[in-house]
């Protein structure tokens, strides 16, 4: 096949945005949650594993027990802010548990195909990367459908187990709040609120050995990628697609 980008796929992708304050909350297509799982669970993973199981959580009063231990758990994060970072971090909003239309935790069962998943034996921590394959694809899935998807980490894994009756053996990798979305931010949340910025891909890109940054993507004769690959965002940016973008600031 002939090495022409797919422009929706690259377009879905640079639009994908992590969620908090978009969501409508409204009931969602079962049709629509079939696809997303369906493109999570089609992911690559270590020897064919497939270590990931889906917990789908609408529940309110499970959502709410979540939320309020996510709230405690933002308060020890931000004891260890001070300053203007303290400050910058007050004004994030960091879930949409309770305003998305769908809680979906996915965990990870190293027992799955165990003992001897293939290409695992080094590196265990394959079977973790695999089920992060499985969050992207559902990501992008999400993205394409005109939902959004937000990740939550600010838990501990024995407090959502015990919350949903997980397995003592399988982690919680994560709480995914997901569904139909207003509208998805052009620019991150933290980028917006001034946390972090995205670093320029030269800054990562090494060329032959680590901290050779060669002219792989300068412009001219010796940048050999520039332009081939772009991050696309600005075309993302500009186009149009199945939503609206939201403008500027709105979330906490
Ligand atoms: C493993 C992982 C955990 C994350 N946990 C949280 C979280 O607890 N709360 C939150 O608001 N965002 C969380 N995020 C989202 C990141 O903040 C977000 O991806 C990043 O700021 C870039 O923004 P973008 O995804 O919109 O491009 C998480 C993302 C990843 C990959």
């Not at 998305?100 to 935790?105: F, I, P």
């Not at 520039?226 to 991050?231: E, K, P, S, T």
Request: a negative charge; glycine letters at 12%.
């Amino acid at each position: 096949m002939e090495g022409r980008p797919t422009v929706d796929f690259y377009e879905t992708l640079f639009r994908r945005r992590d969620v908090r304050a978009e969501f409508t909350g409204e009931p969602v297509d079962p049709a629509v949650l079939g696809r997303v799982l369906a493109a999570a669970h089609s992911a690559p993973s270590v020897g064919l594993s497939q270590p990931w199981d889906f917990v789908v959580v609408s529940d309110p009063a499970i959502r709410q027990r979540f939320f309020e231990h996510v709230q405690a758990e933002r308060a020890v994060f931000a004891s260890q802010l001070e300053g203007p970072q303290a400050e910058r971090f007050a004004r994030i909003k960091i879930d949409g548990i309770r305003e998305s239309s769908l809680g979906l935790v996915v965990t990870y069962d190293p027992a799955r195909g165990a003992p001897a998943v293939l290409g695992r034996h080094a590196i265990a921590d394959t079977g973790l990367y695999s089920t992060c394959l499985a969050i992207e694809n559902l990501w992008l899935a999400c993205t394409a459908e005109g939902w959004g998807l937000g990740w939550v980490s600010f838990y501990r894994e024995a407090f959502l187990r015990d919350l949903l009756g997980i397995p003592a053996e399988v982690r919680p990798v994560a709480w995914l709040c997901v569904g139909p979305v207003r509208a998805l931010q052009a620019v991150p949340d933290l980028e917006r609120h001034g946390w972090r910025h995205r670093l320029p891909l030269e800054a990562v890109l090494h060329e032959e050995t680590w901290g050779h940054h060669g002219g792989l993507l300068a412009s001219g004769p010796g940048g050999r990628l520039g332009g081939a690959i772009g991050d696309g965002a600005d075309e993302a940016r500009a186009g149009g697609g199945p939503l609206e973008r939201a403008e500027g600031g709105g979330s906490r």
